[in-house]
């Protein structure tokens, strides 16, 4: 096993997964089938929901101790998903056990509860990386790359609408069950020197759930530019889209377009030199449109919890951050809390904790 | 000519349309094809510019003098197509003439003058209307007859999209330009008892373009529901959707899917009744889910401008009040310059005027 | 182990997947997803692969030896999904060895071999059933009900189109390789008192493959309709529509469109009695317009190959016909082999071999 | 007024459109915003559906009779749009009295009444110009110039759909109303050097109006190629789509989609040099695929017709063939009349009368 020696061992890292419910089953697959991973457990308090989960036919074990899991050295690692009040606790045990860490969005309950796990893993060398799935798709990966080489040009604004019929959570409303995924993502694709300052949320509430089922979340950038987010539950229909709009380029980026996820189009409004301009003229010609081409660029189809999962793999062997480690984690938390607040005070400004990013 | 004698004559109405730039030639176009208006005028203080509108082989004569036009007897109504800013003097003038009045979107520059064009005209009996074309297209019709008539049940959340690479106009905002639209819809389909109390907006001018050209506009209805207006100068895709949340049905427009502009989705999340569950069961089953049918009606393909030249024309010769008369324009009025005031107070909820609705 | 004495045991049916290549692999998801089964080995030629689908974690055991897996008394069925030429004797084999008999589509290389197994597998009392997995997607079931409830009226013409970049296979051409699954459908879903009569097919091949990579076929149905299948391996879009339409009602099936796969429309045309007509206006006014609504069905989502395992295992249990029974397969077998002499022939029409349809 | 002497005058042509019915209201707009032709008549048997056509505010005179608008000097040139039927005489007529022809499709009733009018114009020197719209439009001058500038590489296949639910004609059947578009189109993008050399059309009536409404049109080209297409007067959607393959690159025309009509593919099937491979690998791996980006070029956004107007009247003054001429008229004249005997002998092959392209 791999670790803080720098000694890379050939053999596969030994995984847990812990929680047996909505998205285990998927970090139960995918775990299977990466190369560097040895899949030894299926941790629920449900041991027979567990077993439905890994079916008639697997050699994996089924633990219903925490425990017992964490007290087996064949165990390396363990990937959480349950829910998101336990992640301190069973997170917590987990790293105290000396295991590495994967964990579902949020990160903790709270930024304060994400804070001691991060202090907690670097304390001890150990990997703690979230699984902010988007972020290893195929088409966030490129708009990463594009954004960082400058095709884009410089951010000025970022548009996201996750909106379906959703399910209604009982512990969270709808900016902690959906936001967290637009907040990551916008986490892993702006440059490093534009971060969110401020953050307003407007949220209802109309079937009276008791908690937020549409929510608006605006956030202000350090550079002058805005982002927004719309998360709602109640939406019959399903759209994932969010545009990235640049001084250069802008995306439009659909993700239930299988076939044309990211649409790059040299379209848009420039502001002329007001040197060029005489006085009078200036009201009415201070800009000037750009209409190009469109590109799509051809991105594989790859399922990008295998990407998490090679990453926390690979990041363990070569004792390395993962590309999503818990600093993006407590940024997103940080974000979702100044939301809440905003929430509670009538959709004011709030300031974001800042958290460093590196 | 028809007026508050209630004396209808078969003679057509002499109109004149007063502006021809950008809307211009359309207003003439649907007046030459609407029975009941005859066109004497294209009025414009660039004569040339209404000549060439007119193009080489009309009988429509142009002047470049309003006093003429309004001077005229043949004359009983205008049609305003001037920049926002004249409207106040032009309709104003128009009025004291003695002539029916229909105007562009926004009714005025702001509530104050455009209160003093109401006013002026109902102390002289005469029809002042708003050309707010989207309340004339066949998908607004039915939305507010399905509306009115129950089918979608309390209204729970509505949300517009209209976005686009759009001219950033000279002389006011994107909300000032573009949520009018909207603003007017929402006016033409709420039931008469929910109304707008408060409003908030975000905005951002990425392109040093000296007013804001994306904005988020959050409404508070008056029963506790939630609207939310998008508007954008600078999106390099066009899109116009808007869906409104029901109780038991909700409707997707998409103005651009002219083969299903109204989709109406017997889907949603109901809120079981409490009474029904145990206190166990409670956090997780306050909800339900349905998933029906969905239906897209068919839908007449009529030029809404004409349907608006229709309308003025019956709201004159019938001697009563066009559906979008001067209170829908103060109302839009009221609405933006709450949302002005709230953009310049960093986002705040501001309180809106309240407008009679009949 | 059931049979055709009508005893039906609790057990569950063994089941041995022969086959380990591009759809094995689902065959061995879904088979151990399906309660009534009971996985007992994937067999390949090539060990190696086979050992590679079943993973790391598996419990079911990887034969090469087709004899051995048929030798087993455990085993009751075999899931058959080699290449197409060697369905005789790989279905042949198993059904000599008393083994109930899933095959993928075709049934057999040709029409007559395929009756070779239809026989077989009728005198044993064995239930041979085809793969036409199209056939159990809820559209597909949802189709053939409104078709058969009479929604539609009379059925006035089918066309199919099927057209991606398409692995361009070895051993058959694009009608061989894709046209199958719109035959089948058209087979599922048309009243079983309308058939095919006759076939002609057009292809190319203009890369020069050796077989034709874009297809057309047009089939003759026995009460004067047509329809039209495009099958194509060079599209560089994917399309999978298909349009069903009636003398009442037409539907548009778009398989890509999962939130809306089937449009049911009140449109079309009709022709008005002759006999209310003058001799004058016949000629222009013999047909009327229907404009009504479009209603897009709820449908559940299944994956289709469970529903096929399932079928598979309850025809067994139940001793009875499977739904896509070995004459689904012939009647399939018997229309690709006309358009393979219509092709050669140079795109007359070919009389199709009658088969029974129950 | 420009003629066979080469002498270009500055004074606009003289224009009659011929023909109120469906088609000519749009001639008669589109005639009126061209600069270079000066609108004098519009002359329909009934003088008063030509007076509801030019509306109350026109000063362009109305015609019941053609010897009168042939007799006027004034007329230079007639723009005909009578049922194809009576194309023969009115154009005929016209040439006779020295004018310039532009006349929709298709040219004439017959090849053989189609040959008189190409040779009358010939001989008079006068310009016969047919008026296929599509041609004109920004997306087939695009799909021209990159097919010419070998962007595509060799064409491989064409493939166009265009349905609907469509006006069944009184005169003729789906393929000699919609076809002529998709034949025109493929003339005018096709390389010089291929042509087509035979056609089978398959047909069908479900609705019992006497003629096809219903057709699939099969072109073999002389370089080995096909082309398709399907044209449908009974489809309750609308599609409007053309696919043209490439060896280097495919492009996909979506004419319903205004914001992304042309997409060009670098996704495609190769064969692979059949030297490089052992006998072995052969059969498998003669094809390799290319999956590259899509690019949607910038098409402006203008009326075809604009365009069609503005070449017949610079084919005039310069003296110059025009685009469409009446030998492209005589090419989808000849590919009809294949179409047609094919349809009356069951689908056979039809040689296609060759006629010369320039």
Request: a negative charge; aromatic letters at 4%.
């Amino acid at each position: 096993m791999p670790g803080k020696t720098g000694i890379v061992l050939s053999a596969a890292i030994g995984l847990a997964v812990i929680g047996a419910g909505y998205w285990g089953p998927n970090l139960v697959r995918n775990a299977q089938a990466t190369s560097g991973l040895r899949l030894e457990y299926l941790c629920d308090l449900d041991a027979e929901r567990a077993r439905r989960v890994l079916g008639g036919y697997s050699t994996v074990r089924v633990s219903d101790s925490l425990e017992e899991v964490l007290a087996d050295p064949a165990v390396h690692a363990v990937a959480i998903a349950t829910p998101a009040a336990t992640h301190l606790p069973v997170a917590m045990a987990a790293l105290e056990a000396g295991k590495h860490v994967l964990v579902e969005k949020p990160l903790a309950a709270n930024y304060a509860d994400g804070r001691k796990l991060v202090e907690a893993a670097d304390s001890r060398g150990l990997k703690l990386m979230l699984d902010h799935t988007f972020c290893y798709t195929p088409a966030v990966r490129h708009l990463a790359e594009i954004i960082a080489g400058g095709e884009l040009g410089t951010i000025q604004y970022l548009d996201s609408v996750r909106i379906n019929l959703g399910l209604v959570q009982p512990d969270v409303d709808v900016l902690w069950d959906l936001a967290p995924h637009d907040l990551s993502i916008f986490d892993a694709i702006l440059p490093p020197d534009i971060h969110v300052t401020e953050v307003a949320a407007h949220g209802s509430d109309p079937i009276g759930a008791g908690k937020a089922c549409v929510a608006h979340l605006t956030l202000r950038l350090s550079h002058g530019g805005m982002a927004h987010v719309h998360a709602n539950w109640l939406s019959p229909t399903k759209i994932r889209t969010m545009v990235i709009g640049g001084s250069a380029k802008t995306v439009v980026w659909d993700d239930l377009n299988p076939s044309q996820r990211l649409s790059i189009y040299d379209r848009g409004v420039d502001r002329s030199p007001a040197g060029e301009l005489t006085e009078e003229k200036r009201a009415r010609t201070i800009v000037s449109y750009r209409v190009g081409d469109m590109v799509a660029p051809a991105l594989g189809e790859r399922e990008a919890l295998r990407a998490v999962m090679a990453e926390f793999a690979e990041s363990i062997t070569q004792d390395r951050r993962p590309l999503t480690d818990g600093h993006s984690g407590l940024r997103v938390l940080a974000l979702l809390e100044a939301a809440s607040e905003s929430l509670r005070r009538g959709g004011v400004f709030v300031d974001v904790k800042q958290e460093e990013r590196v």
